[in-house]
T-cell receptor, first 116, second 111 residues
Framework: GAVVSQHPSRVICKSGTSVKIECRSL??????MFWYRQFPKQSLMLMAT?????????EQGVEKDKFLINHASLTLSTLTVTSAHPEDSSFYIC????????????FGSGTQLSVL | GEDVEQSLFLSVREGDSSVINCTYT??????LYWYKQEPGAGLQLLTY?????DMKQDQRLTVLLNKKDKHLSLRIADTQTGDSAIYFC???????????FGKGTMLLVSP
């Protein structure tokens, strides 16, 4: 079945540094990828929609200059948390629907970000 | 916007059936999903149902959809301890402009 690979699975960084998270669709092309954030014991909150070849669409309240999204190819989207602070510590998950097949939406395994 | 609600906790004994319920508010929701999340892991797609279906069965999983009442349920037959996890339901419209998740139901299966 379709697989979405997300790396790294866990990252610890110092406050003020930037962290890049990669999301790859391994056996299908994805013109759209979604980035979510999940706080402990809470549901997923959509942060932004990544579109191949164009600018990402951010949800209300999400700082686009802080959470940089790049979708340079049909199989790769990246989320960069710039100048990370402890309040950015969270579980970040990406997802992608196969092209033409929105009835399935596959998720990456998530990235646990801890900012010290 | 869409609002998806789930009960937060369910406890069952191994071998029993589990039923996790979900309600949603947007009648135009086209695709409805059930995901499983184990601790520290991403979401695993368990099953999905298209809104023109009433039921879908996949091995131990049965999804029931009552579109009139906007009620979705996931039944797990012969529940095992390995089924202990958080289960999320999610709904989206046909244009996939939004995907809304419930807060998740924690299923605890005891031996």
């Amino acid at each position: 079945g379709a697989v979405v690979s997300q790396h790294p699975s866990r990252v610890i960084c110092k406050s003020g540094t930037s962290v890049k998270i990669e999301c790859r669709s391994l056996d299908f092309q994805a013109t759209t990828m979604f980035w979510y954030r999940q706080f402990p014991k809470q549901s997923l909150m959509l942060m932004a929609t990544s579109n191949e070849g164009s600018k990402a669409t951010y949800e209300q309240g999400v700082e686009k200059d802080k959470f940089l999204i790049n979708h340079a190819s049909l199989t790769l989207s990246t989320l960069t948390v710039t100048s990370a602070h402890p309040e950015d510590s969270s579980f970040y998950i990406c997802s992608a629907p196969p092209m033409g097949g929105y009835e399935k939406l596959f998720f990456g395994s998530g990235t646990q970000l801890s900012v010290l | 916007g869409e609002d998806v609600e789930q009960s937060l906790f369910l406890s069952v004994r191994e071998g029993d059936s589990s039923v996790i319920n979900c309600t949603y508010t947007d009648s135009s929701s086209t695709y409805l999903y059930w995901y499983k999340q184990e601790p520290g892991a991403g979401l695993q797609l368990l099953t999905y149902i298209f809104s023109n279906m009433d039921m879908k069965q996949d091995q131990r999983l049965t999804v029931l959809l009552n579109k009139k009442d906007k009620h979705l349920s996931l039944r797990i037959a012969d529940t095992q301890t390995g089924d202990s996890a958080i289960y999320f339901c999610a709904a989206t419209d046909s244009g996939y402009s939004t995907l809304t998740f419930g807060k998740g139901t924690m299923l605890l299966v005891s031996p």
